[in-house]
């Protein structure tokens, strides 16, 4: 069959498409890493920088201005006869949503990294979250070329704080500036660039026992996860190229090893073998488990099969609405009909692109492992399933951060406040991590998100996007409430009689901090009452109303977490109970019950990461301590210092202007969400 198929479509099939997504802390290069892949296969003519604003994925105005990824952006191209889909996603953590949302739909990832900080905060928490979603993954160690670069320390920094075990494939050859190129483990040969050539020949004889001496180190690592390689590993001297490679691949697929190459892409040295390992060891769309909808009904990545789609993406262009779908199983054509499982609508597919970031090709079909984007759904929304009317199905939709800054937002000029609202909406619509709300008590429209500068984007497109003068207020945190000491007991007799069908729910609730632990987030309701004296419809109604409950604390109204609520007792009438009548009682119930408990407040905390020279040290200390910051570590690294703390994340806005003054300008930070924590 293949024969007959053009080289176009044998890269569309299943088995030689390569879903994969670029993570890393923000400035590890991920963005060149990406320009540099899409240059050396031919998708592009010339070679973008960020610092140029010449990137085909950072094409937003805002990203070039800014020289950091905001929005992922998907690109294609074609590797040794391989479809190479790639969303290089953003590294600020402002923006992680973005990740998320791309994890989703990918079968593998480039974990980027670089060869001097190693893994960094925001690396470790996008790894936290790949893991969450089970997706294999290669690491590329990058910016060799750099003074003070250290693979082998970058490579300790994942064994210690990734806690996955490093398969290093590669040996560089030449350290920081007279980096040069890389040794290869697996076939024992040397590449090596000059200007954008790359040799392969012989190791050079001063590596030779290096290399020698790291291939027998990896065989020794592969033998102990593998059980093949453990058999010719002990069986023969060495073990061969070719098992070494298929246990690479297993152990990258089942998440035991980390296969490691290393490179600098400024440098365009290291891309063409991470091309090859990408190809090598990440798995392929029937590679991955069979898709598994939320009723357990499992589709194959077969284009015979009935279409099953998930969308995680929605945006508007001038040139209409596009909504990016990765294409699980089935076939779908340019016209087809599909079923929109969020609102039970059927709409038409007008056309179907391939995406290549702001730029699009129009294409006749996509096919099971597809990544692509479509024209012509008004309805859906990111996380819907899209599939064949005749054979439904419901996946998993990506999960959403809950917003922790809010700003009050309106037009300068009355008459645009209609507009204003119409734009807020659809930048919700594109961004889920956004959201809008009306303050009951002051009128005014208040926009959440993730960040200071997510907000900060938000605006800004409200002003380029959409021609808006909008004024901002200032940005306040979303606080919690909780409980620090419950109560026992607490009886509520719900009863209302008021002509016809009356209501009676009779409840009892003790209320405590969950897991014991004043703090804590989350939410658990059970039930010990036996005898069927509160029927099991019932006790999911109380429940019910408990959760409606937990919307506004008894201190400031705000949501409250951190709690368990159990119904212990109850009883009901044989006319007059109901499910709305046991709902009303849990929600009074609880509202009661918390205002005889003792509740204090949370506020969101974050982990800060501050780099400063030593010398400056001192100060930034103080400036933490002030901030109610707590330092949880601190280590000196090549006359800089790297303070960790955790602070609330009211008191970091307007620090990185603080930090500049403090430092002269030489100071730099991250900061990572760590939950929350007593306000104090």
């Known amino acids: 069959m293949r024969a007959h198929l053009s080289k176009q479509e044998q890269a569309d099939l299943p088995a030689v498409v390569r879903n994969l997504g670029i993570l890393a802390h923000v400035d590890a290069g991920k963005t060149t890493v990406t320009e540099r892949m899409l240059y050396l296969a031919g998708a592009t003519y010339k070679r973008g920088e960020v610092h ?3 990137t085909v994925t950072d094409f937003d105005s805002q990203e070039r201005d800014r020289g950091i990824t905001i929005f992922a952006a998907a690109v294609s191209c074609v590797w040794d006869g391989h479809r190479v889909n790639l969303i290089d996603t953003p590294g600020h953590v402002d923006f992680s949503d973005e990740v998320e949302r791309s994890l989703r739909v990918l079968d593998g990832a480039i974990a980027v990294f670089d060869a ?69 483990l697996v076939r024992m040969r040397a590449l090596v660039w000059e200007g954008d050539a790359c040799q392969e020949g012989p190791v050079p004889e001063d590596l030779l026992d290096e290399a020698r001496r790291r291939r027998r180190l990896l065989e020794e690592s592969v033998a102990e996860l593998h059980a093949d390689a453990l058999e010719e590993f002990c069986a ?149 399933t899209l599939c064949a009317p005749e054979a439904p199905l419901v996946l998993e939709p990506p999960s959403a951060a809950d917003p922790v800054v809010s700003v009050a937002i309106e037009a300068r000029r009355s008459v645009d406040a209609d507009r204003l609202a119409s734009a807020l909406a659809r930048l919700a619509e594109e961004d889920p991590s956004l959201a809008v709300r009306t303050d009951a008590e002051t009128g005014q429209t208040l926009l959440s998100g993730m960040g200071e500068l997510h907000l900060e ?70 039930s010990t009452v036996v005898g069927g004296r509160v029927p099991r419809e019932y006790v999911r109604a109380v429940e019910a109303g408990c959760r409606d409950a937990l919307a506004d604390g008894p201190l400031g109204g705000h949501p409250v977490t951190g709690l368990r609520v159990t119904l212990t007792d109850g009883a009901t009438h044989p006319k007059d109970s109901s499910d709305l009548a046991f709902r009303t009682a849990g929600r009074l119930a609880l509202r009661e019950a918390l205002r005889a408990c003792a509740v204090e407040l949370l506020e969101p905390v974050v982990e800060v990461t ?71």
Not at 269 to 285: F, T
């Open 610 to 680: 501050v780099t400063v020279p030593d010398d400056t040290a001192g100060g930034v200390l103080g400036d933490l301590a002030a901030r109610r910051g707590r330092i949880s570590g601190s280590s000196a690294r090549a006359g800089t210092v790297v303070i960790t703390a955790v602070v609330p994340l009211a008191e970091v806005f307007g620090y990185a202007t603080r930090l500049r003054s403090r430092t002269q300008g030489r100071g730099t930070f991250t900061t990572r969400p760590a939950g929350y924590a007593p306000a104090r």
């Open 457 to 526: 984007v938000a605006a800004e497109k409200l002003r380029r996007d959409h021609g808006l003068d909008v004024a901002v207020g200032r940005p306040q945190v979303a606080l919690r409430e909780t409980v620090t000491l419950g109560v026992a007991g607490l009886l509520y007799r719900h009863v209302k009689q008021d002509g016809g069908a009356g209501q009676f729910a009779h409840v009892v609730l003790d209320v405590e901090p969950l897991d014991g632990e004043p703090g804590s987030e989350g939410f658990e309701f059970r």
């Open 116 to 184: 001097v900080a190693g893994v960094e905060p925001q690396s470790e928490s996008v790894w936290r979250r790949a893991d969450r979603y089970g997706v294999p993954r290669v690491a590329f160690v990058n910016k060799l070329d750099r003074a003070g670069a250290d693979l082998d320390a970058a490579v300790e920094s994942i064994r210690r704080r990734l806690h996955r075990a490093p398969l290093v494939v590669q040996l560089p050859i030449g350290q920081e500036d007279r980096f040069a190129g890389v040794v290869d």
């Open 52 to 54: 140029d604003g010449t």
């Open 236 to 384: 023969l001297p060495s073990i061969s190229d070719r098992t070494l490679a298929a246990a690479l691949r297993d152990l990258t697929a089942s998440g035991a090893g980390l296969v490691v190459l290393c490179g600098s892409a400024y440098r365009n040295r290291g891309i063409e073998p991470l091309l090859d390992a990408v190809v090598a060891y990440l798995p392929s769309p029937l590679d991955v488990p069979a898709v598994r909808g939320v009723d357990g009904a499992e589709r194959a990545a077969d284009p015979e099969a009935p279409l099953a789609a998930l969308a995680f993406k929605v945006s508007s262009t001038a040139t209409g609405r596009l909504t990016y779908l990765r294409v699980y199983s089935g076939t779908m054509r340019k016209g087809d009909m599909v079923l929109d499982t969020g609102t039970g609508r059927t709409e038409r597919v007008s056309r179907i692109l391939r995406v290549q970031a702001d730029r699009h090709t129009e294409v006749d079909r996509a096919v099971a492992g597809d990544i692509v984007a479509v024209v012509g759904l008004k309805s859906a929304r990111t996380g819907t």
